[in-house]
């Protein structure tokens, strides 16, 4: 085998295969229950600098009627569904909507938003590093306006028919004529 040359590589090849947290399992990387009582106190769980700005993200949610609870630690996940993780955990014992953020990795669980909704939402929430900012875009995304594709698709249909019956008259009139 070729010596790899990226230093990841490199780990990969060395290291055991590192799985995901199985059913049940709390991440050994986190101190589970400190975050449960944080999250039960203010629904922040987060170092003391960030703590106030987070506090005033989740009051943003409940205005805009989310029930947010956002966990970020600079403890390093093994993988990047350990975030999903525990925000499925977490959500278990909370209900509403679980954001939790690491350095490298972000995760989301709810009880009321759709899983993709979730996910354009972290994609948006992960390109900023600042956890503050983060969370903030990962609101505006899942609490955003979503278009209302039926009557949209009503619209569209009506412009449709509206087209061919016009189109009729138009051909009926030049072959009279």
């Not at 709810?110 to 503050?132: F, K, N, Y």
Request: hydrophobic share 45%; aromatic share 8%; glycine share 6%.
């Amino acid at each position: 085998m070729d010596k790899p040359a990226e230093s990841v590589t490199l780990l990969a090849y060395e290291a055991e295969p590192i799985v995901s947290l199985r059913e049940g399992e709390v991440p050994h990387w986190l101190d589970y229950q400190s975050v449960v009582a944080d999250l039960a106190d203010d629904g922040v769980a987060a170092p003391e600098p960030f703590v106030e700005g987070l506090q005033t993200v989740v009051r943003e949610a409940s205005d805009r009627g989310l029930d947010l609870k956002v966990v970020y630690t600079e403890a390093p996940a093994a993988v990047y569904t350990d975030a999903r993780d525990v925000a499925m955990f977490l959500n278990d014992e909370f209900g509403g909507t679980i954001l939790v953020r690491t350095p490298a990795f972000i995760g989301s669980s709810s009880d009321t938003i759709p899983r993709h909704q979730l996910e354009a939402g972290q994609d948006d929430a992960w390109e900023e590093p600042d956890p503050v900012t983060s969370a903030s875009i990962f609101v505006q995304k899942v609490t955003a306006p979503a278009p209302q594709w039926g009557v949209l698709t009503a619209t569209a249909m009506v412009v449709a028919i509206l087209v061919v019956v016009a189109f009729a008259v138009v051909l009926r009139r030049r072959t009279r004529g």
